[in-house]
Structures are given as structure tokens and as C-alpha cells.
């Protein structure tokens, strides 16, 4: 198993381990369990653009960021999603807490939690082991068609000066191949684009839909930039299968509560 779900005062939060053995950072993917908040959005809902209470959403951040060791009032970078490829790094950042637009955020400094939220959506993780610089990216269907995997990793290697051999990833749990169902359209941009891959989608039979496989994509396009495969984990759990884990807006709709993704330097 390439990560653990563990267990810390009643909240779960996914770990991978590869990510948690390099021993400089603290990082998790939260689950569902362990929060405050009443049902559409029980329990642990991270989602402050629901309709959940603001006192919940607070009590929530505070028992995730502690099960991961990290103060639950200390500064944070948010980052909010666009569903592009802009990935910016802390050297970038002003300073004051306040989040910034992107979907992929790097950082080489020491107690400073990169956190960003999901329901469905791919969440990325990377971690370069010998220039410790750790960071997160969002990746949908539409950030993963465009390649954010790849632009976090030309921004490793342009800022931080980053070798892809030394650098972890790992792709968390998101909408999987079995949930996935998209029409003749966005299916054939995924063909023409990535046609080098013919397993990334399967046909299913007399519906017009395809299924297409974003861990499968994402993992890939990080081969492709020279990461080794053996240091990328990928979760493969889908957010819309596991509902006794997991948030899912294409399950839910507009009342699904939201997963965040933590990642931070503590060393
Ligand atoms: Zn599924």
C-alpha cells in the first residue's frame, strides 16, 4: 500500500508513504471523519464557499491541522482554484494569509501549511527530497488535460533548481475511472492531445460515454518530466465510490461538503 489512513483524535487523514518518510514535512489528505458538521456536510467539511456553518468550517480546520501536528491558528497559504496550470511559489506570496489565485503553490520555507480544498478533483502532492521544497496542485479534468502536473514540475526545476529523479509525488483520491463518464467532446480532446496513451479512456458500450482515468494521466505526465515511477503513489480511490470516506460533488451536487489537501515544511 502506497499510503495509510491514520487515525488522530477521532479525525482520518491520508498519508502517503513515501511523502511521510522523508521525515522534513507534515501532509495529509483529509477524509470525511472526525468533524463537527451536521449532514449534508458530516463531518470534517473544509469547504468555506459551502453553506455550512463558519463555526463548523473553523472547528474542522483546527481538528485537521492539529491531527497533523500543526498548530491549528498558524499562518496558512489557501490557495483558490481556477482550473488552469498557474502555479506560484511562497518566494511569490506577500505575506499576509490571504489566498491567492492559482492551482499549484511550492514552498521551500519551514511552517508554512499549503492547504487547498477538493470534491472530486485530483489533488497532487510533491515533495523534492534533496532541495526540500514541498508543494500541492489541484488537478480536475481540466487542469490535468492541461498539464499541471508538468508546469509544478518545470517550476521545481526554474525556482528551487530541482532534479526529477529527487523529486516524491503523490495523487490522491479523486473522481476515479469508474465515475468519470464524459461525452464524445471532451473525450476526443483527451485523444487528440495525449494519443501516445491509448489506456487513458474506455469506451462504454451503445451510451456515446467515455470513461477516462486521471490518475493513470496525471502519473504519466510525471514519468514524461523524468520522475521515477516507483517514487510516485497514487491512493486510486474514488471520491464518488467511497462515500464512507470521502466528499463528492459529482455525487453529492451542490451540497457536498470538501476534502482538503495539507502540505507543510516542519524541518
Ligand atoms: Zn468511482
Known sequence: ?????????????????????????????????????????????????????????????RRLMSSLGLNGTLLHQQIDLVHGVRVITN???????????????????IGLPLVTTFADCVPLFFVDRIKKVAGVAHAGWRGTFAGIAVKVIEKMAEVYNSNPPDILAGIGPGIGSCCFEVG???????????????????????????????F??????????????????????????????????RRDGKLSGRMTAVIAKIS
Not at 195 to 211: P, Q
Not at 225 to 244: K, M, P, Q, Y
Request: glycine share 8%.
Open 91 to 109: 518566494r511569490e506570496l506577500r505575506g499576509d494569509g490571504v489566498p491567492v489565485i492559482a492551482d499549484g503553490i511550492l514552498t521551500d520555507k
Open 1 to 61: 500500500m502506497s499510503y495509510e489512513i491514520i487515525k488522530k483524535n477521532g479525525v482520518k487523514v491520508l498519508q502517503f508513504i513515501n511523502l511521510r518518510n522523508t521525515g522534513f514535512l507534515s501532509h495529509g489528505f483529509s477524509t470525511r471523519i472526525g468533524g463537527v458538521s451536521p449532514s449534508p456536510y458530516n463531518t470534517l467539511n473544509l469547504g468555506f464557499t459551502t453553506s455550512d456553518d463558519e463555526s463548523n468550517l473553523t472547528e474542522n480546520r
Open 184 to 214: 464524445d467532446g471532451v473525450a476526443s480532446l483527451f485523444f487528440k492531445k495525449y494519443n501516445r496513451w491509448k489506456d487513458l479512456a474506455v469506451n462504454i458500450s451503445n451510451t456515446g460515454k467515455w470513461k477516462i482515468n486521471l
Open 216 to 249: 493513470r494521466l496525471n502519473k504519466r505526465l510525471l514519468m514524461d518530466c523524468g520522475l521515477e515511477e516507483n517514487n510516485i503513489s497514487v491512493a486510486n480511490l474514488c471520491t464518488a465510490c467511497r462515500e464512507d470516506l470521502f466528499f463528492s460533488y
